[in-house]
Nanobody
Framework: QVQLVESGGGLVQTGGSLRLSCVASGITSRFNTMGWYRQAPGKQRELVATITSGGSTNYADSVKGRFTISRDNAKNTVLLQMSSLKPEDTAVYYC?????????WGQGTQVTVSS
């Protein structure tokens, strides 16, 4: 059974930085895509960034140049380094993994950026 556990969220001031971490267990394929999504109150869940097992990345336009996604395949871990944070980045951030055509989600971690 695939499980994802996020950590690293919290409260930060505008312009600050945070690093989110997600550890996956139960992974059965080294070919997968991991990613981060976020959901703000009253809004739909949206893509933040994804990274394949080969290291190819994709970012939402709103975070390009500010956020960096990376992964450690040996540890089944994906990181999201967030810098120059803005109040509009406030959301619950979810980690996911796409493996064998199935999508799995973590429980989410709250990121709050104060103005």
């Amino acid at each position: 059974q695939v499980q994802l556990v996020e950590s690293g969220g919290g409260l930060v001031q505008t312009g600050g930085s945070l690093r989110l971490s997600c550890v996956a267990s139960g992974i059965t394929s080294r070919f997968n895509t991991m990613g981060w999504y976020r959901q703000a109150p009253g809004k739909q869940r949206e893509l933040v960034a994804t990274i394949t097992s080969g290291g190819s990345t994709n970012y939402a336009d709103s975070v390009k140049g500010r956020f960096t996604i990376s992964r450690d395949n040996a540890k089944n871990t994906v990181l999201l380094q967030m810098s120059s944070l803005k109040p509009e980045d406030t959301a619950v951030y979810y980690c996911n993994i796409l493996q064998h055509g199935s999508l799995y989600w973590g429980q989410g971690t709250q990121v709050t950026v104060s103005s």
